[in-house]
């Protein structure tokens, strides 16, 4: 009874979750002043230079867990295609996030610690603790290894491993979300609480799937169902799991099954997708 109870609020969370922007509204000069701009001569996107040795350890090796858990090849691949990097970018154009930097499969340690220490759209209390925090997380595990996409509100940095149109697209919606947010150190910090990152979570999965609707990309739409949605399932259930200590195997299995919901959601709104 209480596993069905369990899978039945991960079901209505997911669909919650899901829930398209619609009408989508589209960022108009959204990006704070004090967010310093990207140089002169400075590319907004920025590529990696091509390891094999690395890059293969993160795609066969340290994005396994993710691939099975998600049901994608493509999560963590450390090879992001143009067709990929261009929908990102035509999704920064759209929403006027001129700020934001994108580093895709890249690892530039020193370029993030410039940006944090330049972000002053973020209160230099929270740069300087969980901001130092953040960015030194990003120096000593590398996701040029280790994948994980993310955004970094203390950077202002999308960092991108998977070659999947709609992770890019839910990463930039995060980049969209903190820059309407006037406080955006307190919002970040209080991502850190229980339960808030769902909320964060569902907000920038509804921005991605409202963005494809207002476009009518059928099939990138039904893409979103069928990553993000399983993807949410293990933000759920992640809530629980950060905040106690299980073997790795074991964390990964209750993951996996906590993704099952989500993919079979997924594929059923992705089957009712119409062109």
Not at 8 to 37: H, M, Q
Not at 215 to 238: Q, R
Request: aromatic share 10%.
């Amino acid at each position: 009874m209480r596993t069905y109870r369990f899978l039945t609020f991960i079901v209505l969370a997911i669909v919650l979750s899901g829930c398209a922007t619609v009408p989508y509204e589209r960022g108009r000069n959204i990006e704070s002043d004090a967010t310093p701009p990207l140089l002169a001569d400075e590319p907004q996107v920025e590529r990696g230079r091509p390891v094999v040795v690395l890059d293969g350890l993160g795609h066969y090796l340290f994005s396994l867990p993710s691939k099975f858990i998600l049901w994608n090849w493509q999560v963590d691949n450390h090879d992001i295609s143009q067709e990929t990097e261009e929908k990102l970018k035509q999704y920064l154009h759209d929403n006027d996030l001129n700020k934001v930097k994108v580093r895709l499969n890249q690892y530039s340690p020193g370029s993030e610690w410039s940006r944090l220490f330049g972000n002053e759209s973020v209160g230099a209390g929270w740069r300087y603790t969980v901001g130092v925090l953040s960015v030194a997380m990003y120096t000593i595990f590398p996701g040029r290894l280790l994948g994980g996409d993310n955004y970094n509100p203390f950077t202002n940095t999308i960092h991108l491993y998977s070659d999947h149109k709609s992770i890019a697209v839910h990463e930039a919606g995060h980049a969209k979300d903190f820059a309407k947010t006037e406080y955006k150190g307190t919002q970040a910090v209080f991502g850190i609480l229980p339960l808030v990152p769902l909320f964060q979570e569902a907000d920038a999965t509804g921005d991605a799937i409202g963005y494809n609707q207002s476009l009518n990309l059928t099939e990138d739409i039904k893409d979103d169902y069928k990553i993000l949605y399983p993807a949410y399932g293990t933000y759920v259930v992640g809530e629980g799991l950060r905040w106690i200590n299980l073997p790795l195997g074991l964390d990964t299995a209750i993951r996996l099954v906590s993704a099952v919901p989500g993919h079979i959601v997924g594929r059923i709104k992705a089957a009712q997708v119409e062109p």
